[in-house]
């Protein structure tokens, strides 16, 4: 694949992070938390795409000779189930966001623990399971896997950080209940997901 090529795919990769990176940037988070957590975001999808890549090209060799229906099947199994667990993933996020905004109040919030510790990695990991699904496509493909993580890599980043920083912004304008109204996002967001995946 051309430089290009990557570029779409890691930009088309990331529209799923951005969509989840504003509402939680409206909680106002420090630039630490920030650049922290896009590195994080950026190092999961080049983990996720990798490894993705390295199982569809052993598959790839095993089934050689057997149709494109049975090679294609695990692939949309991984979607699905991607797919369910980030929704999964957002709507607790988004439950615990509104949680924190009616039972502490804005001003004893903790807005940077939604982007620490364990909330961070399963946030990072149901975000780029999409990357685990692309790279199992892509394993039956001849890719530059070092041009291709970095060229992920500095995308998801550039992206996660936009994401957080436009949602900084907007939760400076909208105030104290900036967190109420990107926790309501969330959670509609992932049961949005959760709808369209069951039907």
Known sequence: MSAAELVILSVALGTDLFSVAVPIGMNRLRRRIIVQSAVI??????????????????????????????????????????????ATVLTCLGIRMIKNNLTCGPET??????????TLVMLAASVSVDALAAGFSLG??????????????????????????????????????????GGTI??????????????
């Open 41 to 86: 975001f950026a190092l999961f999808h080049i983990i996720m795409i990798l490894a993705g890549y390295h199982a569809g090209h052993w598959l790839g060799h095993m089934v050689e000779h057997v149709s494109a229906y049975h090679v294609n099947w695990p692939a949309a199994a991984i979607q699905n189930g991607a797919g369910i667990l980030g």
């Open 109 to 118: 919030a903790h807005p940077g623990q939604l982007l620490q510790g364990f």
């Open 140 to 181: 039956m493909m001849d890719v530059d896997l070092v041009r291709l993580s970095v060229i992920l890599g500095v995308v998801i980043f550039l992206i996660a950080i936009a994401g957080l920083v436009l949602g900084r912004k907007v939760g400076r304008c909208v105030g104290a209940r900036a967190e109420l109204i």
């Open 186 to 199: 969330l959670l509609l967001l992932g049961i949005h997901l959760l709808w369209s995946i069951i039907l």
